[in-house]
């Protein structure tokens, strides 16, 4: 067989079916062997195991089929087409000014705004290396990614509330099978830890689960519009009736929107947030889980002068509880029970931004340590080893009843929660005395999303120095 005489798609596409992976390695072999010129691009292009195609399970199909055509023709649709971040102010503003037209518009916006961030994710899931793509959990996420793209790309422009209720119903659907994303993510990696480098593995994932909060931000939100309208529209003393296929225990679906203390609504998906009750809310949850083996807890002394803030509380909760959590964690493990020194936390802010520092003597970390606290690939079997007794995770605070082991994700997913808004989290630490922590919030949530990252696939071609701007694309 002349390897000139097959023609490769450049795309990969992942196959949940064994059989395609051998396969291409015979024809690969093969080809290798005989072929008399050296081959420019050479990559296999199975089906994905949600397509309806007929073709046989574990069969290559040919790359010029027109099934492979279309879709990756479609998806390079999406993928050219730019995103529209936008602001926690822009959020705000629809929601303290809620009325039909603007629930619509919200709803057109989401609606075409997901698969383009949908589309450059799976577009990054097709440059990973083959072996990586063929890995079981890989496969599973990258084939949620494909049923949401379907799912959301085919809705039509949105013109009445039972439009978006039915659209809503999508959304739910979307943010559902996506529980299971994360782990899987991680799983996956660190299975091919020894076929992709360490670096490219922390590009991908900090990528990837930025779009992740990207999207879920856009439907969750959207979501708590729509149930905001229907409780304003209900208690309303016109006489308007509203056919809806959506109940109301629909939008409190308990995966979808009830991952909070309390269901999504305006007063508590984007708020003015105090820094000090704050902290005082995290200390409390840090301290209950830190004391449940019946272990005393360290003081934790608050000082500086409060602020208020525009942001996400999942988010912001998220990122100090897990911060006061380690020191908790650390301080007992390290001091004797009689003898625990506190933990003190600063705030404090300027004209734009809100500051918290995190303060505590448990005893540091060593160099080896330190230089993995952002990394998913270094190590990552032995570190996210209990990840395969967790099925779903939304990595939200409230899931840290029901998951009690460390996970080894809570510093990386508080990196990508604090610069998803413009914000910075930065850890000093002095071996065998203590760390600190320091988070920087933006003030007024007049940030743009950050979404400006470089695709795995153009970093692998990038100099350290002299690589201009308008190289770079939103890859969300």
Request: hydrophobic share 35%; charged share 20%.
């Amino acid at each position: 067989m002349h390897m000139h005489s097959i023609r490769f798609s450049k795309v990969r596409h992942f196959s949940s079916h064994a059989r395609v992976t051998q396969q291409a390695s015979h024809i690969l072999k093969e080809a290798t062997t005989h072929a008399p010129s050296p081959v420019v691009s050479c990559t296999v292009f199975p089906l994905t195991s949600n397509s309806t195609s007929t073709a046989t399970p574990g069969s290559v199909i040919n790359a010029d089929s027109n099934l492979h055509f279309y879709r990756n023709k479609l998806l390079d649709e999406y993928v050219q087409k730019d995103t529209t971040p936008i602001t926690l102010r822009q959020l705000l503003f629809y929601e303290r000014q809620l009325n039909t037209d603007r629930l619509l518009k919200s709803a057109n916006y989401v609606r075409q705004e997901l698969p383009v961030r949908i589309s450059h994710r799976i577009r990054e899931f097709q440059n990973l290396p083959f072996i990586v793509g063929t890995n079981p959990h890989i496969q599973s996420v990258y084939d949620i990614y494909w049923q949401a793209f379907e799912r959301l790309r085919k809705v039509p422009p949105i013109r009445t509330l039972e439009d978006n209720d039915n659209f809503c119903i999508k959304l739910i659907e979307s943010l559902e099978s996506h529980m299971v994303a994360i782990p899987n993510l991680v799983l996956g990696i660190s299975e091919c830890e020894q076929h992709i480098d360490s670096d490219r593995i922390d590009r991908f994932m900090h990528a990837t689960l930025r779009s992740r909060v990207s999207r879920r931000v856009l439907a969750e939100q959207h979501l708590a519009l729509s149930q905001q309208l229907k409780r304003i529209l209900s208690s309303s003393t016109t006489t308007t009736t509203i056919s809806s296929p959506l109940t109301t225990s629909s939008y409190d679906h308990p995966k979808a929107l009830t991952m909070s203390r309390n269901k999504i609504s305006h007063d508590t998906v984007f708020s003015s947030c105090s820094a000090r009750d704050t902290v005082s809310q995290c200390v409390k949850l840090a301290r209950a889980h830190s004391t449940a083996d019946n272990v005393q807890s360290p003081d934790v002394m608050i000082d500086g002068q409060d602020a208020t803030f525009t942001y996400i509380f999942d988010h912001i909760e998220y990122v100090i509880y897990q911060l006061l959590s380690n020191s908790f964690r650390h301080t007992i493990a390290t001091h004797p029970q009689n003898n625990l020194p506190p933990i003190k936390v600063t705030i404090c802010s300027n004209d734009a931004d809100v500051f918290f520092r995190i303060s505590d003597q448990g005893g540091g970390m060593s160099a080896s340590i330190y230089n993995q606290l952002w990394s998913y690939g270094q190590r990552p079997h032995a570190r996210f080893g209990n990840f395969r007794n967790v099925s779903q995770l939304a990595a939200r605070i409230t899931e840290h009843d029901q998951v009690t082991v460390p996970l080894g994700i809570g510093l990386p997913m508080s990196r990508v929660y604090t610069e998803y808004w413009g914000g910075d989290i930065n850890i000093v630490t002095m071996d065998g005395w203590g760390t600190d922590a320091y988070v920087r919030i933006p003030k007024f949530g007049t940030q743009l999303e950050n979404l400006d990252f470089v695709s795995v696939s153009e970093e692998e071609g990038r100099e350290d120095e002299g690589w201009p701007m308008s190289h770079r694309r939103f890859v969300v």
